[in-house]
């Protein structure tokens, strides 16, 4: 008999991702009871979404204007059972995902696995065809420093003892970060499975200069607490297009210019499909 439990996911206006995200959910070995649904905006007509394989509740926050952090704590403390599964609405699950991550996931863990991108939007969800298509971008080794929140699970007990997702990280970025230092300092052992989640196509920028604000005020807060920074890669691609000073390491981080429109143009991604 599998075990029980709850999937839940945060949107804003990724409709058609959602929308596949549940069709991989139903088409899992392992069913869950239900999954929870937070939206970060006021009531749609997708926000009555429903399945026949399990209930789906929609719950929403409002406030800043992506409150991940809030949004994701709402959904999980919302949760009926005592283990969790957190997955990004961008992604698939492999049909066998949860059943491997609740094979390993016991108190004191802390489980999640490698993502794969795809190029598009899928119209169809076959998990098979679509990871033919897909580009790895693996994990590593499980740990703190490289853990992703694209897809998790653990128990709800571990997740309200760390703190869950601390709310003073302010739109995009860090609070992953943050979360995972945590439940290092917790002990938590970090597990990885390597059934997968398929990514789904967004637009994206590389570095994410669209969050520069919120990435340098998170990045403070988080440096503040833990005495490093997060997100280093990013903060020394910011640097060297001159976003942000060069020398954030040793004087703080200090935002010297605004990027222009074709800067950012630069450093989005495309469809490739």
Not at 123 to 128: G, I
Not at 216 to 239: C, D, I, T
Request: proline letters at 6%; a neutral charge.
């Amino acid at each position: 008999m599998q075990p029980t439990f709850s999937v839940v996911t945060i949107v804003k206006d990724r409709v058609p991702q959602l929308a596949n995200l549940i069709a991989s959910i139903e088409q899992s070995s392992y069913q869950p009871s239900e999954v929870i649904v937070v939206w970060m905006r006021p009531p749609c007509k997708a926000s009555l979404l429903t399945s026949t394989r399990f209930t789906l509740i929609h719950k929403f926050v409002s406030g800043e204007t992506l409150p991940i952090a809030k949004a994701r704590n709402r959904g999980i403390t919302a949760c009926s059972n005592s283990t969790f599964v957190y997955v990004d609405v961008d992604c698939l699950v492999a049909p066998t995902l949860f059943e491997h991550m609740l094979a390993v996931c016991e108190p004191g863990s802390l489980v999640s696995t490698p993502v794969a991108y795809l190029p598009c939007v899928p119209t169809q969800v076959n998990y098979a065809d679509l990871a033919r298509q897909a580009s790895p971008a693996g994990l590593g080794a499980a740990t703190g420093r490289n853990f992703s929140t694209r897809a998790f699970a653990m128990q709800l007990d571990d997740f309200q003892a760390v703190g869950g997702f601390d709310e003073q990280y302010i739109g995009y970025g860090v609070s992953d970060a943050d979360f995972a230092t945590r439940c290092e300092q917790h002990k938590l052992v970090f597990l990885q499975v390597p059934q997968g989640v398929l990514h789904q196509y967004h637009e994206r920028f590389d570095p994410p200069v669209n969050h520069l604000f919120d990435i340098v005020n998170n990045a403070a807060s988080y440096r503040a607490r833990w005495g490093s920074y997060p997100m280093q890669h990013q903060l020394e691609k910011f640097a060297q297009a001159g976003w942000i000073n060069a020398d954030f390491s040793e004087t703080g981080l200090r935002i010297c210019r605004v990027p222009t429109a074709k800067e950012m143009q630069q450093f989005v991604s495309a469809a490739v499909c």
